[in-house]
């Protein structure tokens, strides 16, 4: 009653059972690729973060003339 022509097996197993694993795969896909984009999108939004930051402070030293405009010229190509 019972039997799937898998040697016998009763209730779970069967084709049923390998049916499941690309549906596994697919899933574990997309939960990767979701945490790769969402970590991806954190890491930008830092990087845009530390440059303001620094633009800031190479702005300050400018305005302070620890720095002359030649210097702050460059190092504002750098930054961006």
């Known amino acids: 009653m ?3 022509g898998f040697g016998g ?5 069967g ?6 694993i690309p549906m596994l795969l697919i899933l574990l896909a997309v939960i990767y690729f979701i945490f790769k984009a969402v970590s991806s ?4 939004l830092t990087t845009n973060k530390n440059s303001s930051n ?3 402070i190479l702005n300050e030293r ?4 620890e720095i002359n405009e030649e210097e ?9």
Do not use: I, Q, S, T
């Not at 084709?15 to 499941?20: E, N």
């Not at 400018?62 to 003339?65: D, L, P, V």
């Not at 702050?72 to 190509?77: A, I, M, R, S, T």
């Open 2 to 4: 019972f039997c799937n």
């Open 9 to 13: 097996f009763r209730g779970y197993g």
């Open 15 to 20: 084709p049923g059972f390998f049916m499941m």
């Open 41 to 44: 999108r954190n890491l930008n």
């Open 54 to 56: 620094a633009m800031d």
């Open 62 to 65: 400018f305005a302070k003339g």
């Open 72 to 80: 702050y010229e460059l190092k504002k190509k750098l930054l961006k």
